[in-house]
């Protein structure tokens, strides 16, 4: 555990493998490593194939339809995703990236009486889940969220 030069508080290594459980079930998995590349994103793999989702404002969604994920075994092809559906061209204005489109969304859900798109109740809950690996790291265990504990697992820790 360090102070890191974000100045967001303390640190801890370059490496987190996670898994969670959800209500319904569902195993969900993270895994980042320093120096992995530019391989941020999000893979979805269900019963009937995969969704990869990359980082960053309107990237290109993939779909691979393999129930058996192995793209080299059954020559099922990667469909890319716009934001008009599958295989189609993408039509969306790009050139102001994410936070032009967030501050209108947010515009949009405060004329409209609604939660934004991404939501505060959406950025707790991520935060909750980051939050969870420390502390699943600081009690030797799994733990539940939302955490018992709302201090910064990191404090907690002896370095």
Request: charged fraction near 25%.
């Amino acid at each position: 555990v360090y102070n890191g030069n974000e100045g967001i508080g303390p640190l801890a290594a370059d490496t987190i493998d996670a898994m969670y459980r959800f209500k319904n079930g569902i195993n969900g998995f993270f895994s980042s490593h320093r120096g992995h590349g530019n391989r941020f994103g999000l893979k979805v793999f269900g019963s009937k194939g995969v969704l990869e989702f990359q980082s960053g404002y309107q990237k290109t969604a993939w779909l691979l339809r393999d129930a058996a994920w192995s793209p080299g075994r059954s020559g099922a092809k990667w469909e890319a995703i716009s934001s008009n559906g599958v295989g189609k061209p993408e039509t969306r204005d790009n050139k102001h990236g994410s936070n032009h489109a967030a501050v209108l969304d947010l515009i949009d859900a405060i004329e409209k009486d609604r939660q934004p798109v991404s939501s505060v109740y959406d950025a707790r809950a991520a935060t909750e889940m980051i939050v969870s690996v420390f502390e699943s790291h600081r009690q030797g265990g799994p733990v539940s969220v939302p955490l018992e504990n709302r201090k910064n697992p990191l404090t907690l820790l002896k370095s």
